[in-house]
């Protein structure tokens, strides 16, 4: 039995890349690229069911005891086991080998995916996101256990489009490191690819609420703008960005006694959430723009400042997608597509005046719903392309059967594409 090191594993890993695409391609017979619905001819393979996708089979063999050790050094297994192991593993779980539709590859999307543990989430999250046009960066926490950072970094290998973060950060709750988690993964992103039209940032909780091609649909229908919450701040949150915060021992600490300066160019703080939906332009002026630089900078030292900084550079004339910073352009988070989240305090009984949505039907973590299955049938009747939180160990339920409904619409989907195409296609020839 050969013994591998890290350096050596990367290097392996990468050779798996070519080798899972050559065997797909013999196994499949797709083509290299481009795409034509008469080479979907079978997709069947594409469904998920209970022998790959139930609750009882929920923690992957592939994470949990090939990458679930501590691997700081060398990895006890062969190379013919490893060479196995990622040459099947997007064809065992499923992941989409083509594009969809035509539409779909015409519109690539990006994505931030910000992660700290919970492997099995992780991947569950890629899987149902993932399409071969679309890029994907990911951050995991520097503070992680080497377990779950060796763990992505496996999955992440297995794909082409899908990277991890240039420089990961120390993430630490509701202080700047947050952020420029998103920041590090907006720059790689950005420099990439010129092709992708629409950033979307996650985290590991997070969970698809629609299929890619109604998220693309969604997003064409935006004409270019952005969608996320940028509201008024209330009265009780402006303590967040009035006072300076200072991270102390890994934790932030709440006002140390120093106000902090007005912001720049008398930029008006507008109060949002951590998720955005936001086109290339905006990313561009996230990075380039000197006064969105110059927020940046400001920024470094408030409380929370993922739930205010995307919210007010929402609002800054001249940023692509951007709305005006009157208070008649305030967007929700329950009018915004970015993210749907269930707050303790807001969750109330069906009718009620004061209630904003109904009671969770799963657990609560930080005064936010962890949805239960009992949940699913009122999220699928929003309109956001995301919804906050889900974990497969609090209720399983709740993620295998969302995860199984978005894979049966999105191939049912694709044979309603594929045979009006055709129909065309027969159509023009008795012309």
Same mark, same amino acid.
């Given at each position: 039995?050969?013994?591998? +090191? ?45 022998? %790959? &996708? ?127 988690? %998103? ?27 629609? +299929? ?11 004409? &270019? ?23 102390? %021992? ?21 109060? &949002? ?7 290339? &332009? ?80 799963? +657990?609560?973590? $930080? ?23 889900? %974990? ?14 978005? $894979? ?19 159509? +023009?020839?008795?012309?």
């Amino acid at each position: 039995m050969r013994i591998l +090191t890290r350096g050596s594993l990367q290097r392996l890993l990468k050779l798996t890349v070519v080798l899972g695409s050559l065997w797909m391609v013999l196994r499949l017979g797709f083509p290299e690229k481009g795409w034509a619905p008469t080479y979907i001819l079978r997709y069947s393979w594409l469904e998920y069911t209970d022998a %790959d &996708g139930s609750p009882e089979k929920i923690r992957l063999n592939v994470t949990h005891w090939t990458f679930n050790r501590h691997l700081l050094g060398r990895i006890p297994f062969g190379v013919d086991s490893i060479l196995f192991i990622y040459s099947q593993f997007k064809l065992s779980r499923k992941y989409l080998p083509f594009p969809l539709s035509k539409e779909e590859e015409d519109f690539p999307l990006a994505y931030s995916m910000v992660v700290h543990n919970k492997v099995q989430n992780f991947e569950r999250l890629l899987r149902a996101i993932y399409a071969p046009q679309n890029i994907y960066c990911v951050h995991v926490d520097n503070k992680s256990e080497a377990s779950v950072f060796f763990a992505i970094q496996a999955i992440t290998s297995c794909f082409e489009n899908v990277f991890m973060v240039s420089q990961a950060v120390n993430v630490v709750y509701a202080a700047w490191p947050r952020v420029q988690a %998103d920041l590090n993964c907006m720059a790689d992103l950005y420099n990439a690819s010129t092709k992708w039209k629409y950033f979307i940032n996650l985290c590991g909780q997070d969970f698809p609420l629609k +299929t890619n091609l109604e998220i693309v649909r969604k997003l064409r229908s935006l004409k &270019g703008a952005n969608s996320l919450e940028s509201e008024t701040m209330a009265g009780e949150k402006k303590w967040r960005v009035s006072n300076v915060h200072q991270i102390v %021992d890994g934790e932030i600490k709440v006002g140390i006694g120093k106000a902090k300066e007005p912001p720049p160019f008398n930029l008006p703080i507008l109060s &949002g959430n951590a998720y955005i939906v936001v086109n290339r &332009g905006y990313i561009r002026s996230v990075l380039e723009d000197n006064r969105v630089l110059a927020l940046i900078e400001w920024a470094k030292d408030t409380y929370s400042p993922d739930e205010f900084l995307w919210a007010t550079i929402q609002r800054i004339p001249g940023v692509p997608g951007s709305r005006w910073p009157n208070h008649k352009y305030d967007m929700t988070d329950m009018n915004a597509i970015a993210r749907l989240v269930k707050w303790q305090s807001h969750e109330g009984s069906q009718g009620s005046l004061e209630a904003v949505y109904p009671e969770c039907h799963g +657990t609560h973590v $930080r005064a936010i719903c962890v949805y239960g299955a009992g949940d699913l049938q009122w999220i699928l009747e929003q309109h956001h392309l995301f919804a906050n939180k889900f %974990d497969i160990d609090t209720d399983p339920i709740a993620v295998y059967c969302l995860e199984k409904y978005l $894979r049966q619409k999105a191939l049912a989907d694709m044979q309603h594409i594929t045979a009006a195409t055709d129909n065309c296609y027969f159509a +023009t020839l008795m012309i």
